[in-house]
């Protein structure tokens, strides 16, 4: 940034104040809350992360410093709760991603599987899978469930990647077959209860985490 383009050392006071005004403002609605998805926390998290961000970029313009602040904003969270009080029906949504690594194991993995479902008097007419992934995958979802899969991932060439589990609330359970056409369609941040994420990219985060020995502030 050119020096005509810098923020001035009054512009980067009162940024730093607007971080203060907003720590003490989060505090309040914390202290002040009437549960756990009380809209008032959320919105005065987002409003101290969006003024700790503001802070952190003039500083950095004006001093060349940074802030060890680490505070995901509203596209990193969940909204508010928007669900049942108490849920009558639930939905658990399930998303789990691989990397075919190695492709010799998995075709060899589904071959075993065919022939032995075969039986040991097939004389050759067991199904050819271990030449198709496609095929080959098709036989492995077909004889495992997706958690002993997870489990074993590595046996079947497979390389984990990101996961995410959502339980979402409902007021009443769905007719059957009344979703199969579009089952993640309808999935709505507001109803859900609870998450749970796994990705290399929080391994990546708490690494770095490692290497700063400051303070951190993150949210939740």
């Known amino acids: 940034m050119s020096d005509a383009a810098q923020p001035t050392a009054a512009e980067v006071r ?8 907003a720590i003490d403002r989060h505090l ?11 809209p008032a926390v959320y919105d005065a998290f987002n409003a101290l992360a969006a003024a700790a961000e503001v802070y952190d ?8 410093e940074v802030t060890p602040f680490e505070i995901p904003g509203a596209d990193d969270s969940l909204p508010p709760y928007a669900g049942p009080a108490e849920p009558s029906a639930l939905s ?3 998303r ?9 194991r998995l075709l060899a993995q589904a071959q075993r599987l065919a022939d032995v479902d075969a039986g040991p ?9 271990g030449t198709s992934v496609h095929a080959a995958l098709g036989v492995l979802f077909g004889e495992y469930e997706p958690d002993e899969i ?10 984990e990647g990101d996961s995410t589990l959502w339980v979402s609330a409902g007021e ?7 979703w199969l056409g579009a089952p993640f369609e309808d999935a709505d941040p507001e109803l859900v209860v609870c998450r749970f994420d796994v990705s290399a990219v929080f391994d990546e985060e708490d690494d770095a985490d490692e290497d700063f020995a400051g303070p951190a502030v993150r949210g939740a």
């Open 172 to 178: 009443a359970a769905p007719e059957p077959g009344e």
């Open 14 to 21: 009162a940024a730093a104040e607007a971080v203060k005004a």
């Open 92 to 94: 658990v949504l399930i």
């Open 28 to 38: 309040d609605a914390v202290e002040r809350r009437t549960g756990d998805d009380d």
């Open 150 to 159: 997870a489990s074993r991932h590595k046996e079947f060439g497979l390389e």
């Open 57 to 64: 970029e003039l500083l950095y313009d004006r001093y060349d």
């Open 96 to 104: 789990r991603d691989y990397v075919v690594a190695e492709p010799p």
């Open 121 to 129: 008097g097939a004389d050759d007419t067991s199904p050819v899978v």
